[in-house]
C-alpha cells in the first residue's frame, strides 16, 4: 500500500460547526503532515508529527487541533472556523527512518479534503 | 526565512517539445529537492527528487539538475505529451522534515 487516503474528500460546514478531517498510511512512515492549499497556491505548512508526537506548528490558529492517535493515523479537528479558512487540506507522510531527528525523503500526498466553510 | 523562488508561473509549448522550470532557494542548508505535479482535484504527486550529493538525475522523459553553489534546480521534460499539463511545483526540505514549496508553474501542452 503506497497511498495515503484522506476522509472526507468534501466537506462544508457552517461557522459555529466541530468536523474532523482524517488521513491514514500504511507505509510505516513515522512523519505526517497537514498542509493547506488555497486555489492557485502552493501548499502551506500547519503541522508536522514525527513518531506520533507534535515537531512543528507553524503559528496555526487554535480553531484547528491535530491530533496523531497512533502511526497510521492523523486527524484535525476544526471548531469555529471563517470562511477564509475554505481550501484543500492535504495530508501527507513520509520517511521510514528509525530515528526522530533524521532526515526524511518521499513524501507522499493524499488527495486532500476540499474544505468550504459558509 | 524559508523560501522558494519559481519560474516561469505558466508555461506553453507544443507536445514533443522541451519544457524547463526552475527554482531558486534561500537556505544553503537545504539538501533535498523533489517535484511534484498536480493536477486538478487532486494532491501534488512526486514525479523526481534530488538530493545535495548528485548534480543531475533522471527517469525517462524526465531530469532534474542541482547546482549548490547557485542554489538552483531546474525540471527538464522532454518530448511533452498533452497528459504532461498539470501544474508543477519543485520545493526544498529545510531542517529534518519541513518541506516548502515553490510558487508552481502550470504547464501547458497543445497538440
Known amino acids: 500500500d503506497t497511498e495515503v487516503t484522506q476522509t472526507p474528500k468534501h466537506l462544508v460546514m457552517g461557522m459555529t460547526n466541530k468536523k474532523s478531517l482524517k488521513c491514514e498510511q500504511h507505509?510505516?512512515?513515522?512523519?505526517m503532515y497537514w498542509y493547506k492549499q488555497k486555489a492557485k497556491k502552493p501548499p502551506e505548512l500547519m503541522f508536522v508529527?514525527?513518531?506520533?508526537?507534535?515537531?512543528i506548528n507553524e503559528s496555526v490558529p487554535s480553531r484547528f487541533s491535530p491530533e496523531c492517535p497512533n502511526s497510521s493515523l492523523l486527524n484535525l479537528h476544526l471548531h469555529a472556523l471563517q470562511p477564509e479558512d475554505s481550501a484543500l487540506y492535504l495530508c501527507?507522510?513520509?520517511?521510514?527512518?528509525?530515528?526522530?531527528?533524521?532526515?526524511?525523503?518521499?513524501?507522499?500526498f493524499g488527495s486532500g479534503t476540499r474544505l468550504t466553510v459558509v | 526565512g524559508e523560501n522558494v523562488e519559481q519560474h516561469p508561473s505558466t508555461l506553453s509549448v507544443q507536445e514533443g517539445d522541451s519544457a524547463v522550470i526552475k527554482c531558486t532557494y534561500s537556505?544553503?542548508?537545504?539538501?533535498?529537492f523533489p517535484w511534484y505535479k498536480q493536477e486538478l482535484g487532486k494532491g501534488p504527486q512526486l514525479i523526481i527528487d534530488i538530493r545535495s550529493n548528485v548534480g543531475e538525475k533522471k527517469d525517462q522523459r524526465i531530469a532534474v539538475t542541482l547546482n549548490k553553489t547557485a542554489k538552483h534546480f531546474s525540471l527538464h521534460i522532454t518530448e511533452t505529451q498533452p497528459e504532461d499539463s498539470a501544474v508543477y511545483f519543485c520545493?526544498?526540505?529545510?531542517?529534518?522534515?519541513?518541506?516548502?514549496f515553490g510558487t508552481g508553474t502550470r504547464l501547458l501542452v497543445s497538440p
Open positions: 507505509m510505516g512512515h513515522r512523519a
Open positions: 508529527y514525527s513518531y506520533e508526537k507534535l515537531s
Open positions: 501527507a507522510s513520509s520517511g521510514n527512518s528509525d530515528r526522530p531527528r533524521s532526515p526524511v525523503y518521499g513524501y507522499t
Open positions: 520545493a526544498a526540505r529545510w531542517g529534518f522534515q519541513k518541506l516548502v
Open positions: 537556505d544553503s542548508a537545504s539538501n533535498y
